[in-house]
């Protein structure tokens, strides 16, 4: 493996992960993406204890195979007998090399190398659904969409990947119009914004087919953008209202939120009188990018199966979303409160979430971005905060 993130590409590169060892072949593989990886054992695995009739899982793009590899082995283990494993990557190239890695696996396993597009219809027509659907994808996976949440059972899960991160982060605004239907800005909540821009394009979806879908986690290392979803039967009662505009102040970094259901004016910012003017980006899923309950038991799951599986990176990821719901997107980097304070360090992190609930402000350490805060304070509060606390040293 390369441990400076390069491509592996040697063809007989011999690979372990978690419990699986495979051949990693001439194809695409990112040992930096373990992460996905590892949530993606865990997700299935959680599953799978969880349910009450056989199930179907679909590695849409599968690579080497080694999701659903790990799926077989780690979430499934003795207890096989009643899970098909679907596998399909796009590249007939790659179907030997997923058939070697997969053939010593006890459950039963569906090849393929289609389009994912013609799977997935195909599927829908016969009625096979899902209950998991990994989606890794390249570049957007927007148009497929609407089929994966079709090929999906009701509470089955999806997790998706988008490497697109032009559009939904408003370096491509015309890009963003074309793929996301929304209006994309720049933010320094950069990688939040693009997960919000791309749960709101899955729940418009859902909602299009009049079923709901509950966000588990997001996150991103700002080059993949990564959503694990429940579909859901029913629009859950109000969801509605989780879609809506994110604005902010480019000059003075004034945040607000407003859900398309009650939208209305947008008040003045900070800045002096018509000087501020706001940069809109949405519609946006404004609700929380977070199940927290869920990460409690990914991660006592993941502390169970011991690092060898779960990797301490994936497990400080876990514990970092698991702190930050993600329940408010008015978000700010310390590093722009301290240039907004005339200069100087920036907060301490832990230490101004404690200071803004003191105040009787939500706040947490956003778990998306490093060193950002995420709280309903408005920015003058926040920054006389952080003010107190300069003034107390810290
Ligand atoms: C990001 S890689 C998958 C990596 C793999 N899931 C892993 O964890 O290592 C994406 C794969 O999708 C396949 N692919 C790209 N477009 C596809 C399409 N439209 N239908 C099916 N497969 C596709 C590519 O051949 C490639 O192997
Ligand atoms: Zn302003």
């Known amino acids: 493996m390369a441990a400076d993130g390069t491509l592996l590409t040697s063809t007989d590169h011999h690979y372990r992960e978690g419990l699986a060892e495979f051949s990693l072949g001439p194809g695409f593989f990112r040992p930096e993406s373990r992460p996905a990886r590892d949530l993606s054992v865990l997700l299935a695995r959680h599953q799978k204890a969880r349910a009450t009739q056989p199930l179907r899982w679909l590695d849409l793009m599968a690579g080497c195979g080694i999701r659903a590899l790990r799926w077989g082995l780690e979430a499934l283990g003795s207890d096989a007998a009643e899970t098909e494993l679907w596998i399909n990557d796009g590249d007939p190239d790659r179907l030997p090399l997923i058939q070697s890695n997969v053939q010593a696996l006890g459950c039963s396993t569906r090849l393929s190398a289609e389009a994912a597009d013609l799977l997935l219809y195909r599927s829908i027509l016969q009625r096979q659904r899902f209950d998991f659907i990994d989606l890794d994808a390249f570049g957007a996976s927007g148009s497929l969409i ?23 982060t408003g370096h491509d605004r015309v890009g963003a119009i074309r793929s996301l239907g929304a209006a994309a800005r720049v933010h320094p909540a950069s990688w939040e914004m693009a997960l919000r821009q791309q749960i709101g394009l899955v729940a418009r979806q859902a909602w299009l087919l009049g079923h709901g879908v509950q966000p588990l986690f997001s996150f991103s290392e700002g080059r993949t953008f990564r959503l694990a979803l429940r579909l859901l039967r029913q629009i859950p009662a109000g969801d509605e209202k989780k879609l809506g505009l994110v604005a902010r102040c480019e000059r003075c970094g004034a945040q607000r939120v407003q859900p398309l259901l009650k939208l209305s004016g947008w008040p003045a910012c900070h800045c002096l009188e018509g000087q501020g003017r706001w940069s809109i980006s949405g519609p946006l899923w404004i609700g929380p990018l977070q199940e927290e309950p869920l990460l409690q038991q990914l991660i006592a799951d993941a502390q169970d199966l011991g690092l060898q599986q779960i990797s301490p990176v994936t497990l400080r990821l876990l ?4 702190a930050d719901p993600g329940d408010c997107p008015t978000v700010w980097p310390t590093d722009e409160l301290a240039s907004r304070l005339g200069g100087g360090g920036p907060p301490a992190l832990g230490r101004l979430v404690q200071a803004l609930h003191a105040e009787g402000y939500r ?32």
């Open 146 to 168: 609407q089929p994966v949440l079709q090929a999906l059972r009701f509470e089955g899960l999806l997790f998706l990947a988008s490497t697109d991160g032009r559009s939904p």
């Open 319 to 322: 514990r970092r979303l698991q």
């Open 363 to 394: 706040a947490s350490a956003s778990g998306v971005m490093p060193a950002q805060v995420r709280t309903d304070a408005e920015l003058p509060q926040l920054l006389q905060i952080c003010t107190s606390l300069r003034g107390e040293g810290i």
